[in-house]
């Protein structure tokens, strides 16, 4: 592959002394993506002036790179102009080729500086949405109505990252699992809880059908509450990614009582187990599990599936150093196992378990990053005092 493909950005004119070095500067959110991406920005930075963005080709074929979304009927737009400061928008389409592809852009400054940027995309994956880093990602499950799907955020504090990954069923309308990672990031600095009750709004692919969601813009009935999978105070960076945990596709139908009460408790006990090990992750995967056939309508009378079972796991490791380089006595690891009704009472350590038993209840298998005997290690852990209770 030439090498100014892995080159971000390139300056082949300028104005102004020389010794100032350059008026601005150009970059993309990300040079590389994988083959679901379909949003990127252009970051610009520098003095105050206006630029022009120009996509100058992208491989033979269909467009597949523009600054305008091609969710809409309108053309695609190949240039588009904008403020230094302001980031630049552009919208991709997934890759289901086997090759992978490049898209050129040249920015061009009011000043005279020019810019070049190669975005590049990769070949299609079945597993394309996986990282490495993602300390507590499930083994995927094979099932005709599962769509597994990550959604990426912009933190205040952090930049561009995973919000959270879901396994969602089409035809119970409720995901079996969402894992996602806890961090200070995450957390602040605080704003408000959103109440942005919404469906998934697809401006990030996979798409799921609204159709295939349960309306989370209601409540499901008296005694019924709509509990959050990945929690909104877990999401507090900013508006916008707190927003995204109420998406229908994080919801759950729960008892009421059980949301509010040890749910709850146990939600506030992982964000306080977060402050007391700061230079640690904490990875959490938290499921809905169906012994029953049961059922409820939401309000626009769909079937939506009514976890007899709620669930969680956590992983973390020790030190500040990656999960992944723990050695099995460096990993933390914890299951929490309740039933979906108004029944729980006593104390949290009461509903704790290893890990091994939520995955042999579940049928879910969990820590495909680590090691076999690491993995081994921490799922058969049951220790509440390592996270404070």
């Known amino acids: 592959m030439p090498a100014w493909v892995f080159a971000g950005i390139f300056l082949f004119a300028g104005c102004g002394d020389s010794d100032s070095g350059p008026s601005a500067s150009v970059r993309l959110d990300a040079e590389t993506v994988n083959c679901n991406t379909t949003t990127n920005r252009i970051i610009t930075t520098g003095d105050a002036m206006t630029f022009v963005a120009t996509i100058l080709s992208q491989d033979v074929g269909n467009a597949w790179c523009s600054f305008s979304s091609f969710d809409t009927s309108s053309e695609p737009q190949f240039s588009k102009s904008g403020h230094v400061g302001t980031p630049m ?23 005279g500086l020019v810019s070049d940027l190669v975005l590049r995309q990769g ?55 969402v894992a996602y990672p806890l961090t200070t990031n995450y957390l602040e600095p605080s704003v408000s809880r959103t109440n942005a009750w919404s469906y ?78 700061l230079r640690d992750t904490i990875f959490v995967v938290t499921g809905t599990y169906f012994g029953d056939n049961r059922t409820i309508q939401d309000r626009d009378g769909k079937e939506v599936g009514y976890p007899s079972n709620c669930w969680k796991v956590l992983l973390r490791g020790s030190g ?31 509903y704790a ?37």
Not at 126 to 137: F, L, M, V
Not at 320 to 344: M, P, Q, R
Not at 374 to 389: F, I
Request: aromatic share 14%.
């Open 89 to 111: 928008n552009l919208y991709l389409l997934q890759n289901e080729t086997d090759e992978a592809r490049e898209a050129f852009i040249r920015v061009t400054f009011a000043d």
């Open 123 to 177: 070949a299609f994956s079945p597993t394309a949405d996986y990282d490495r880093q993602w300390g507590e990602q499930p083994y995927y499950r094979q099932n005709d109505t599962y769509i597994y799907k990550t959604y990426y955020t912009t933190l205040t504090r952090g930049g561009y990252v995973r919000n959270y990954s879901i396994c969602f069923d089409t035809k119970k309308r409720v995901s079996h699992w």
């Open 200 to 277: 998934d709004p697809n401006n990030q692919l996979p798409a799921i059908p609204q159709s295939a969601q349960s309306d989370p813009t209601k409540t499901y009935g008296t005694g019924d509450a709509r509990g959050h999978q990945c929690p909104s105070a877990d999401r507090y960076s900013n508006a916008a990614t707190n927003a995204m945990t109420f998406y229908a596709t994080n919801i759950m139908p729960q008892n009421y009582s059980f949301n509010g009460g040890i749910w709850a408790s146990l939600e506030g006990k992982i964000r306080t187990a977060r402050s007391l090990n």
């Open 320 to 350: 500040g150093k990656a999960v992944w380089d723990c050695s099995a006595t460096e990993l933390y690891g914890i299951g929490f196992w309740f039933a979906n009704d108004a029944s729980n009472t006593g104390t949290l350590r009461s």
């Open 353 to 389: 378990t290893t890990i091994a038993d939520i995955e042999q209840k579940t049928g879910f298998s969990f820590f495909r990053n680590l090691s076999a005997d690491a993995a081994e290690a921490v799922k058969a852990q049951n220790r509440p005092s390592d996270w404070g209770l």
